[in-house]
Every structure is written in C-alpha cells, then in structure tokens.
RNA sequence: GCUCGUGUAGUGUAGUGGUCCAUCAUGAAGCCCUCUCGAGGCUUCGACCCGGGUUCAAAUCCCGGCACGAGCACCA
C-alpha cells in the first residue's frame, strides 16, 4: 500500500522533523513518528531533523544518556543518521530571544496569576489584569524572570491570542515558565524555559521546517502555534496527524513509567525484554525493516488503533526467516536409548535450513546411541524422529523400524546426547518472564544469531561461543 | 462544561457518487505440499456506527443522533 503523497510537497525541498524528549530510549510508539518521517523524507529526497525537546528539567527531567540512546535507535530504526541534529537545550538564546520580542510587540505579557487563577478567568472568558501592562513593564518583569528574581510558579509569559476564543485551550496560552532545577546538559544558566508549542513553533521556523507530522493530541497545539506564526508573519507548515496507538500486549508507552520501573528494579534496564522500548525489541531479535514495514502498512490515518503484536511478528517472521537457520531445542527432555537390535547408522546430516536458503548442512554424531525426547511427544508409542527415522517407544527404550517413513505418524524433534547442550530459553510473557530450560543442537552456536527452534519458534542466541550453558532469548513462534 | 477529532470484517487498512454483492494484510477454520506446530499454495469465515435527507445512483455528499478518543498542564 505505502504513503499517501504529502500535500503541497516538493522533491528535495522537504524538510521534517522528529522530537522526542529525551527521557529514555525510543519506544514502539517513537517508532511511528520515526518511521513516517524518514519515508516521506525518502519519497521526496528531504530531509528529517531530529530535535531533542529537552526543556523541561522538573516534570520530565532529561537524561544525559538518552541523546546518544535516541540517536542509535534512530539510526538503527531507519538505517541511516538524521540529516540534522538539535537540541533545544542548545538553542535558548533564540527562544528568549523570541520572547522578548513578542514582550516588545505587546502580543505577550507577564503573567503574574497563579495556574488556578488564570484557569478560573479563561473559563469565562475574562481578561486576567496582567494583561494590560505596557510592553516596558513587561520586560521588566521579563527581567526578574529570568535573573531569578521570580521564583519557580511567579510568572508565566502568555501569547496574547483572545480571551474570546470558542477553544479554552488557545486563550492566551502560556508560552514560557520559571524552572530553577538544574538542567542536565546546560546546567543552571537559565531561569525560564520555554514550553512545548513556543519552543517546537520557533525551532520549526528556525529549521524550515515544511511539513510537521503529529499526534492528533498535538492538534490544538497546531492551532496555538498558527496564532504566533500569524503575529510574526510566518506561513505555517502543513500538518497532519496520526491518531493513538496501543500494542495490545504492552499497553501504552510511558517513558516516565518505565523509567520509575526500572529504577524500582521491576525491570532489569531499558533493553528489559518485556518493555516495548525499541532496544528491548532489537535484542530480542526483530528486524527494523520488519518494524518500518509494519508501520507504513498501519499508514498515516487519525483513527485510535489498537493493533496486536502478532502482526508486527508476521512482518518479521517473513523478514527474517530466510536466514534463520534450523536447530533442535528439546524442552523437558526425557532420555531415552535404542536397544540392541537397532542397529543405526553412525552420522545424520541435516540441512540448516529446509529450503536450502541456507547452504550447507549440520552434522550430528550418532555414535551414542541414546537421545533426547520431549515429554509430550512420547505419550505416542509410534513417532518419528525428524529427519531420521520411525521409531517405537517402549518405557525408556526405543526401537529403530525404519529409516524411510512408512506411516503419517507425527514427526517430532529430538537431539542424539552427543549433540546437547544444556541451555535456558528466557520468554517474556507480559510483566513475567518464564524460564524454560531444555537441550539445544550443539552445531554452531553463535552469539547473537537467531535460530528457528524447530517446532518451537525463533530466539536468539545470547551467551558466549562456548559457553557451557546456552542461554536463549525467545523471539516469537 | 467548552473545543477538536475519529467511526469499513476479530485486528489494521484500501476505497472520496456508479467499474464495490467493497481491496489487501493479519487472524481463525480447513485442505494441499513439505520429514517442524516454520515456509509456500489453495479454500472458507468475516465489515461500510445508527437514523433521516440529496440523487436515477451513497461506504463515498448533507443533517441529526450515538459511540470512542484527545486538548483545555507553569509535561512533551
């Protein structure tokens, strides 16, 4: 299906814009704005600025760390490097600036209401009397505001929009608060900072910006922000919105949440994989062109969607699947030998991947003649053991019947003891995370591939080349 | 309360007046193939929120409901 075409869109002179605040690593969630934005940038040969909004060190403190975490998310989500990098943090000097001309131009006044208050007067409709003051009186207070004069809470600077505006929402917004707290990446020099829409409205300005690309939460924002842009007499990008995603095995995603988890040790750290945080899922083992796939298929629409992970699991079983090779993992395994009269052949080989998409062949020992069963799969008398043989079971015994399989019996996966290994498969299941322990095909097991665990599912290795006991992280089935 | 947005199969999505007894994906059920419960192939299941109106003709336009969601933070 793919993208609709942007409006009023121009090849090469596209120019978007991703921003997140850097609180903690990318999620599912970031994943849509990261994706939509850098296949548009695509499409049209434009370019994508990843802005770090990073002006709020009290509510949502940003972590030093987090930069450089969104950043390799980014790179590893869309496969190549934002074309612009800005931190609002870095940038302040412009937003006060700002400020202080819209001060100047009486289109902005010191507010001086407590938050209570000023909501009480917008609610009817009323003119708070800060309003009235000259632009000098303003600017004094400007003044105070950001030497510190004025605490935290004593003063808001508002855009003067309408007390009579039908949307309570964009009367006379505030634009820029008071924080004292320390700010992780410029410390304690500066008193005021700006909010959301006066920041994101100027640095959008600032980086020409063509086309901002949204939650629909951010819809009156958009409305905030075409009222300033009138009074400086910008033309506002085109916008368009996305509506709200829930993945129906992680719920929503709150940074902040997750971040009070983790340090609660709930979870073990953001690549935790029962978080949805995109480091957590590429662990795991899914692949980033899968997950881009997954979100350009949802495409741009404003509808609140709920959507299971499993489809995000279809996108990557079809992505990865060709070049997952095939190993046996037997869970609960029950060891069985062949009696006398089986007389077996001394080595098995077995294609390493059922469609030959992968070369070449794994080799198993069969010179011991005893093996590793499931305890579900022996419930049957008659099996077969995959690749290999018909068998029957008696007690504790198997019999050889025959090499070529002469019945619909069930085949089962099974390993000869010379070819397991001990081995513990870790599977997230929601906020639990389930141990399941089993023998693994010792054939080539390296760290950081994703094997296909026959009749299982794919994980991925996680332990050291020769470790003595594999350690398995589950993918999906 | 005010403001805004959205409503197509279980879940997503295509479709902006006839070519729609509605597309594709995912899901479920079944079959074929395959020495995996994987991959591939095939079949089946299943939807236009409701009510009016405009029109020869409406999923598509208009009006009215209803449902869900969001904003009204000195968060982003």
Redesign the pocket.
């Known amino acids: 299906?793919g993208l609709?075409e942007l409006p009023n869109a121009e090849k090469g002179k596209v120019v978007l814009r991703f921003?997140?605040?850097p609180n903690g690593p990318l999620t599912l969630g970031h994943a849509r704005g990261v994706t939509i934005n850098s296949e548009y940038s695509k499409l049209y040969e434009g370019k994508v600025v990843l802005r770090f909004?990073?002006?709020?060190s009290?509510?949502?403190p940003p972590i030093k760390e987090a930069y450089g975490w969104i950043e390799s998310d980014y790179e590893w989500l869309t496969g190549k490097k934002p074309d612009i990098i800005v931190k609002a943090s870095e940038r302040m000097d412009i937003y006060l600036e700002y400020a202080e001309k819209l001060l100047r131009d009486d289109f902005g006044y010191v507010c001086k209401?407590?938050?209570e208050k000023?909501?009480k007067l917008?609610?009817d409709s009323k003119e708070c009397p800060c309003r009235s003051k000259s632009p000098l009186e303003n600017l004094s207070h400007w003044k105070l505001m950001n030497d510190g004069t004025f605490d935290?809470?004593?003063?808001?600077v508002r855009v003067k929009t309408s007390m009579d505006l039908?949307?309570?929402?964009?009367?006379d917004w505030?634009a820029l608060?008071?924080?004292h707290s320390e700010h992780p990446m410029v410390g304690n020099k500066y008193k005021v900072?700006?909010?959301?829409?006066f920041?994101?409205a100027i640095e959008d300005y600032e980086q020409g910006v063509t086309h901002i690309i949204r939650?629909?939460?951010?819809?009156?924002?958009t409305r905030k922000q075409t009222l300033l842009y009138a009074h400086f007499g910008w033309d506002y990008p085109e916008t368009l919105?996305w509506?709200?995603v829930k993945i129906h095995e992680f719920g929503s995603f709150s940074t902040s949440g997750m971040r009070k988890d983790i340090e609660n040790k709930k979870f073990t750290g953001w690549d935790d994989p029962r978080l949805p945080t995109l480091r957590a899922l590429r662990r795991r083992g899914f692949d980033s062109d899968a997950m881009r796939d997954f979100w350009i298929?949802?495409?741009?629409?404003?509808?609140?969607?709920?959507?299971?992970l499993?489809?995000i699991?279809?996108?990557n079983?079809?992505k990865i699947?060709?070049r997952c090779e095939?190993r046996a993992f037997v869970r609960n395994p029950e060891l069985l030998k062949f009696d006398n009269s089986s007389e077996l052949i001394t080595s098995l080989s077995i294609k390493r991947?059922?469609?030959g998409q992968i070369e070449g062949e794994r080799i198993w020992d069969l010179n011991d003649k005893r093996i590793y069963l499931?305890k579900?799969?022996i419930k049957e008398t008659k099996i077969?053991?995959?690749?290999?043989?018909d068998i029957r079971i008696l007690d504790d015994m198997v019999q050889l019947e025959s090499?070529?399989?002469s019945d619909k019996r069930k085949?089962?996966?099974w390993l000869p003891v010379s070819m397991a290994k001990n081995s513990i498969l870790t599977i997230p299941k929601g906020d639990e995370i389930i141990i399941q322990k089993g023998m693994i095909e010792d054939f080539e097991l390296k760290k950081g591939d994703i094997v296909?665990l026959?009749?299982?599912?794919y994980a991925i290795i996680e332990s050291e080349n020769n470790s003595s006991i594999i350690k398995l992280l589950w993918l999906h089935?």
């Open positions: 299906m609709k921003a997140p605040n909004d990073d002006t709020d009290k509510v949502k209401c407590s938050a000023f909501k917008r609610d935290e809470g004593d003063a808001v039908p949307n309570p929402a964009l009367r505030p608060r008071i924080q900072w700006p909010l959301l829409d920041q994101s939650g629909k939460d951010l819809m009156d924002s919105y509506g709200r298929d949802l495409g741009l629409t404003q509808k609140d969607i709920s959507v299971s499993q489809t699991e279809a996108f079983s079809s699947d060709e095939r991947h059922p469609m499931e579900n799969d077969r053991l995959k690749d290999f043989a090499y070529e399989r085949i089962v996966h296909q026959e009749r299982v599912g089935g």
